[in-house]
């Protein structure tokens, strides 16, 4: 059975400053999704990875895949208030999506 | 281009009811999957269907039942509701036929159902 597993589950972050959010699962996998959730909110998705090596960015965060180790990183640089947010990642497995516990991440001044 | 379609978004109910949820994809999708989301398990995948087939399952009992229409629009049914079937139901689209290639699901709203 396919297994996710995020760390950290909680981040604090301050303010300008660079964090990172891992994502490790268990079996062979090359599609890798990365979703936020705003309390009360629905999944909006942020990136799409399909393949080794693959990396996005969209502005304060950047998002990597190595299938090989099986990781996924998510990277925030100098975390600002609207970042705060769950995140979560999510591997592919046919068509059925298993997530991560989630990563809520609060950041203050 | 309209987003994924979620109905009702609130509801409660009181425990051995039922309830059905409803949900409209993007035009075009025609994969439709549900997901539960509890503060306790997380997000988990309750089913895919794709051209009123289902196609794939989780692990949920079979209170728990799905179908969809021709024009793509599913529903999801619980039979004799309990406590613990309070949650977050999260319903996505995506266009792919081929469940081996990629995938992106768009989701809905989500309805949040509560059981008392």
């Known amino acids: 059975e396919l297994k996710v597993e995020q760390n950290p589950l909680f981040l604090s972050m301050q303010e300008g400053k660079n964090y990172t959010i891992y994502c490790n699962y268990s079996?062979?996998?090359?599609?890798l999704y990365w979703y936020r959730q705003d309390p009360g909110k629905s999944l909006e998705s942020l990136f799409v990875?399909?393949?080794?090596?693959a990396v996005k960015q969209e502005g304060r965060l950047m998002a990597s895949l190595d299938t090989k180790a099986r990781l996924s990183t998510l990277h925030i640089t100098a975390a600002v208030h609207d970042l705060s947010a769950t995140y979560f990642c999510?591997?592919?497995?046919?068509?059925?999506?298993?997530f991560g516990a989630g990563t809520q991440v609060v950041v203050t001044p | 281009k309209a987003g994924v379609t979620q109905t009702p978004r609130y509801l409660i109910k009181t425990r051995g009811q039922q309830v059905t949820l409803s949900c409209s994809p993007i035009?075009?999708?025609?994969?439709v999957s549900w997901y539960q989301q509890t503060p306790g398990q997380g997000l988990q995948f309750l089913f895919e269907?794709?051209?009123?087939?289902?196609?794939n399952k989780g692990n949920f009992p079979g209170r728990f039942s799905g179908r969809q229409f021709s024009n793509s629009r599913s529903e999801m049914n619980v039979s004799t509701l309990e406590l613990g079937d309070s949650a977050l139901y999260l319903c996505?689209?995506?266009?792919?036929?081929?469940?081996?290639?990629?995938?992106?699901?768009?989701f809905g709203p989500g309805t949040r159902l509560t059981v008392l």
């Open positions: 996505a689209s995506s266009l792919a036929a081929d469940r081996g290639l990629y995938n992106e699901q768009f």
């Open positions: 079996t062979t996998s090359d599609r």
């Open positions: 990875l399909l393949s080794n090596g």
């Open positions: 999510a591997v592919d497995s046919w068509g059925k999506l298993q």
């Open positions: 035009s075009g999708h025609r994969s």
């Open positions: 269907y794709f051209s009123e087939t289902q196609r």
